[in-house]
């Protein structure tokens, strides 16, 4: 099948290339003139495990292409996926203005029956919207459809493969059927296609994040609460998630959720709510808690040195929000930067993808290593932020010769109590005894 895919960010990329990956003839449109040469010359433009493989091929192959030409991109397309930013606005919803721009520009230029997706995380009602703005100047027939995603940044190729459900809202029949004949090699397993109205999928999407941001905060609180009685909330995790009407995943207590996803779905939905006249209290909350958790561990660290952080150096490993990405957005470890340079502290910091960017944005306010250890040399301390695997058995020898105290404060629990206790460190963790 030939397809369209308007806007190259991160969704907009993967959708691309693993629809390419499937056998489809596919056009990436971007505005952005040197991102598109770059990736006509075989350079991808983001960071994700697993996708630069695909690209490479499927560039190669000829089935993977990429224009600045709206015209061009969609020429024989059959269907065009919207994958355009949807930037938070001053209120907190999302701004629809890429959108509906692109929509508006498609109603003249489309010559046959097509379909347009929105893949983008869009508030209800905004298909609607395209499909009004489309409307406006085509002069062939087509439908408007809500194809919200589930990837997660870090397995992002695996989770578009192999996705646990894909959610199709539109009641065309004609879209049905080609949605569901794109779609087939993905669903071999039986996992299923689920078809609603537009609306309902529309919701979906904030109703999974927001939920999945629930879960985090949840466990978060009772972290919290596990420090003030004396228990472990790893061991409560493990009671919990067992049943299978709760589950293991997404129990992790930490510093918090951030990136580009929960933080602003969570307040767009909230915003939704207020629209409709009903106060959303749980997102409230969940909100609330989340901005607390963050630099929960501050205070601790402020005690340890006795109030005094003025001078003091905290080395910290991990900047990115989690794991396998370079995206920094929302970070928790900008706000424990902030935290820590307002009390005086210096801070260096090590991690393996995402240093350049936090670099741009604070420049020589921090120093960066080149390895985890470079960055305990004559530290105070050490605070742990992300939960990159190369942190989870490090050579304690080795830090201890270069840490000036042998104190942790580890924001995503990495490592076992008593293993904390035998090699003498003193050791804050989340939801765990001192
Ligand atoms: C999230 C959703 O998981 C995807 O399904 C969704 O498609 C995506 O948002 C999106 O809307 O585009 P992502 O933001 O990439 O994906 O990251 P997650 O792996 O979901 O993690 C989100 C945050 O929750 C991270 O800060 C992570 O550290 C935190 N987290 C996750 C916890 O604190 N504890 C956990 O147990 C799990």
Redesign the pocket.
């Known amino acids: 099948m030939k397809i369209a895919v308007v806007g190259t960010g991160y ?1 907009g990329l993967v959708t691309g290339t693993c629809f390419a990956e499937t056998g489809n003839q596919v056009t990436c449109v971007d505005i952005n003139q040197e991102k598109v040469q770059q990736m006509q010359a075989g350079k991808i433009p983001i960071y994700e495990p697993g996708l630069d493989d695909l690209f490479q091929r499927n560039t190669q192959e000829g089935r993977l292409h990429f224009t600045t030409s709206l015209k061009e991109g969609i020429e024989g397309a059959k269907v065009i996926f919207l994958a355009l930013p949807t930037p938070p606005g001053a209120d907190g919803s999302a701004d629809l203005k890429y959108i509906l721009q692109v929509a508006n520009d498609l109603g003249p230029i489309l010559s046959d029956y097509t379909v347009i997706i929105d893949k983008s ?1 869009v508030p209800v009602g905004t298909s609607d919207k395209v499909r009004a703005a489309i409307a406006k100047n085509a002069t062939v027939e087509f439908d408007v459809v809500s194809n919200p ?6 397995v992002a190729v695996e989770d578009f493969m192999k996705p646990d459900r894909v959610v199709i809202g539109t009641q065309s029949d004609r879209a049905k059927d080609l949605m569901s004949r794109l779609y087939a090699p993905l669903v071999r397993q039986g996992n299923p296609i689920i078809f609603m109205d537009e609306r309902s999928a529309e919701l979906t ?1 904030y109703a ?2 927001a939920f ?1 941001a629930t879960k ?1 905060t949840f ?1 978060n609180e009772i972290a919290n609460l596990c420090e003030l009685v004396g228990a472990n909330v790893d061991e409560v995790r493990k009671g919990i998630g067992t049943d299978s009407r709760i589950g293991k ?4 207590a ?1 510093i ?7 933080p602003k ?1 969570v307040q767009a939905l909230a915003k939704t709510s207020a629209e409709n006249d009903y106060e959303f209290k749980i997102l409230d909350s969940v909100m609330k808690v989340n901005e607390n958790q963050k630099t929960k561990l501050i205070p601790h660290l402020a005690k340890h040195f006795k109030g005094d952080l003025a001078g003091k150096k905290i080395a910290m490993w991990g900047l990115a ?2 794991p396998y990405t370079d995206d920094i957005r929302e970070a928790p470890a900008l706000y424990n930067i902030d935290a820590l340079l307002e009390l005086g502290a210096s801070v260096s910091a090590y991690d393996p993808e995402a240093m350049g960017h936090v670099k741009q944005l604070m420049g020589d306010k921090i120093t960066f290593t080149k390895n985890p250890y470079e960055a305990l040399e004559g530290a105070d301390a050490l605070l742990i932020v992300t939960e990159w695997p190369q942190f989870r058995t490090p050579d304690f020898d080795r830090m201890d010769s270069l840490l000036k105290n042998k104190v942790i404060f580890d924001g995503r629990n990495l490592y076992e109590l008593n293993q904390m206790q035998e090699l003498g460190y003193t050791y804050y963790s989340i939801g765990r005894q001192t």
């Open positions: 969704v995380t995603e589930f990837l997660r940044e870090g999407k999974a994040n999945l985090i466990m995943r997404f129990l992790f930490g918090g959720y951030g990136g580009s996803c929960f779905d929000f989690k």
